[in-house]
């Protein structure tokens, strides 16, 4: 294991495996082994959780197992002689030269410590997917922001990504919109403007509600559609693609890397929907329920104990949402080997998805080697804790949002820049596109978050503002200290050296429990600390003035793997790190 930067506490929980193999005779995984980073202040580097409950288990006094991991474990050369604590805990606290090796691998490894994963998946990443001929809500704004950050971490990681964007560009709506398109657009073939996506719809809408011959004709669209009618597939297109450079100028500006050739819209997989079927009908798993067909997937009830279905044909012969899903499902992991499916969709289609989840099992199209996420999550709330509106209550469209975070972050970087006028724009931009990115980031996915302008725009705080003048910082005093790059043996003198150092080399940690969870908000919690680790290490820690030149070497090789750790994390987060604020 030695030789290039990994996870120190999986380094270390597997020597305590060897330790506990040598003296107990029990078998535990490197992981299992609970060797964690300890909290700040504690006099120790890592700490050992494992004893307690192993204790439990052999029947024996935690204290005495920690005893015994400390009595056979070989890691002489990582840490100091560890000691017992409380009921069973063992500290480690590690070696100055074995941090100052890691620290030279650290500057000559590209990856920053982060070796590609040793079997790599095909991983597919569904992400954002909005509706054609809607705006894009906050909704979709979170999927983007999360998703993109998923398939970039993953990409790191090692793992094959396939970004798929589920596009709503079918079914029966299309009916009406296509109808009111080609009543007051120009007709196929000349170029169309839906500059006001959402005012189209409701337009659309309007009319189908109030005029039954519209409705009508609308149905009739919608068989047309279905049955290829080239005219109508051709006004269909036209709405599609104007929809489409909408999409486009918002990934543009959100920095989301999502392009036509990822559009995989629900109509992508109308042509397989009648074997779909098909074979869930061969396979015995349909019953069909009031003229429809569908699945019932083991499990899933009503509050009256009934079971739930997932209807796959209606009766007039249409299919559904979820008819879409389970031929995805089918198709990314039969035609395009696909090992891990991860939707990034938000809470409320949770149990859609365990639905067709369970039913694509029970077809044998996800299996050990076939695994399918929902990667959920909660609601953007307006600082009234009430979902987040426009102030006369309308939904917020995305576009507005971002303009006005890069009109706000103008204003937060001309407070301090000493950039001329006509440069602030581009970090106006990196800074405010970039802190309503990490608003959303930052916090735990699974929970609803207020969305707060002054606080994403603070300074201070765990703030993408906050990182990306931490980073402009650190290139400002090398750019001082004459140097790029540097290259000298890194000194452990002072806590705060160490501390840095040791946060420096926790990025593969970071990563991997990121990663494990599909969960951003661990990154940036690292990236946070590790600002606040060179902070202090700033403060407490003289550079261009140390006291030896050995000293002052070594302190710039720190300071320039901060500037590293932090712009690599931000950009795995898809945020700028802009070199001058
Ligand atoms: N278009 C859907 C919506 O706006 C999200 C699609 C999510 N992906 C999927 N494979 N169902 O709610």
Not at 330 to 339: P, Q, V
Not at 370 to 397: C, P, Q, Y
Not at 446 to 451: A, G, L, N, Q, T
Not at 535 to 541: D, G, I, L, R, T
Request: glycine share 10%; charged share 25%; hydrophobic share 45%.
């Amino acid at each position: 294991m030695v030789g290039v930067n990994t996870d120190i506490g999986l380094e270390l929980g597997a020597r305590v495996a060897g330790a506990l193999q040598e003296a107990l005779d029990v078998r535990v995984s490197p992981a299992e082994a609970l060797v964690r980073p300890s909290a700040a202040g504690r006099g120790a580097d890592y700490q050992c959780n494992a004893a307690m409950s192993l204790g439990k288990r052999l029947g024996r006094p935690p204290r005495e197992v920690a005893e015994l991991i400390v009595a056979h474990l070989d890691a002489a050369d990582m840490v100091e002689p560890p000691e017992v604590a409380g009921p069973g805990f063992v500290n480690f606290t590690l070696r100055a030269e074995w941090l100052a090796a890691r620290a030279a691998d650290l500057l000559a490894d590209p990856r920053l410590g982060v070796r590609p994963v040793t079997e790599p998946g095909r991983y597919v990443v569904d992400y954002s997917s909005p509706n054609v001929a809607k705006e894009m809500h906050v909704g979709h704004l979170r999927s983007s922001i999360i998703g993109d950050a998923i398939a970039r971490m993953l990409a790191f990681a090692g793992h094959e990504v396939i970004r798929r964007n589920h596009l709503g560009d079918w079914g029966t709506p299309f009916g009406m919109l296509i109808e009111h398109l080609a009543e007051v657009g120009a007709g196929a073939g000349a170029e169309l403007s839906i500059g006001d996506l959402n005012g189209f719809y409701q337009q659309a809408r309007k009319k189908f509600d109030t005029d039954p011959g519209f409705a009508e004709r609308a149905r009739l669209r919608v068989v047309a559609l279905q049955s290829g009618d080239e005219a109508t597939l051709a006004l269909w297109r036209g709405l599609v693609a104007e929809s489409e450079r909408h999409f486009d100028k918002v990934y543009d500006l959100l920095g989301v890397q999502l392009t036509a050739a990822d559009n995989y819209g629900e109509s992508f997989y109308n042509p397989m929907l009648a074997d779909t079927v098909a074979e869930l009908e061969a396979k015995g798993l349909t019953e069909v329920s009031d003229g429809a067909v569908c699945v019932f997937p083991p499990g899933f009830t009503n509050r009256d104990g009934e079971r739930l279905p997932l209807i796959v044909r209606k009766s007039d012969g249409g299919y559904m949402y979820a008819s879409t899903d389970l031929a995805g499902v089918r198709y990314w992991t039969r035609e395009r080997g696909a090992t891990d499916l991860v939707y990034v969709v938000g809470t409320p289609q949770a149990q859609h998805f365990q639905m067709v989840f369970a039913a694509s099992a029970s077809a044998g199209w996800l299996d050990a080697g076939h695994r399918a996420v929902h990667v959920n999550f909660g609601s953007v709330l307006g600082e009234d804790g009430k979902m987040l509106r426009t102030r006369v209550g309308g939904t917020i469209k995305l576009s507005d949002l971002l303009t006005e975070a890069v009109e706000r972050a103008h204003a937060v970087v001309a407070e301090r820049s000493e950039l001329p006028g006509e440069r602030r724009g581009e970090v106006a931009k990196a800074v405010g596109v970039g802190a309503v990115k990490y608003a959303d980031l930052s916090s735990d996915r699974e929970k609803d978050y207020v969305f707060s302008w002054d606080k994403m725009l603070a300074h201070e705080g765990n703030t993408s503002v906050y990182l990306q003048y931490a980073n402009v910082r650190v290139l400002a005093l090398l750019a001082k200290a004459g140097v790029s790059t540097v290259d000298a043996p890194v000194l452990v003198t002072h806590n705060a050296e160490r501390a840095l150092l040791i946060k420096l080399l926790q990025l593969p940690a970071a990563l991997n429990s990121a990663l494990e969870g599909f969960a951003p908000h661990r990154l940036c919690t690292y990236l946070y600390e590790t600002a606040v680790a060179f902070s202090s290490f700033y403060e407490n820690c003289p550079i261009l003035k140390a006291e030896s030149e050995e000293l002052r070497l070594s302190r710039l090789v720190l300071a320039g793997l901060t500037s590293r750790v932090l712009s690599k994390g931000l950009e795995l987060l898809g945020i700028e790190a802009p070199t001058k604020l």
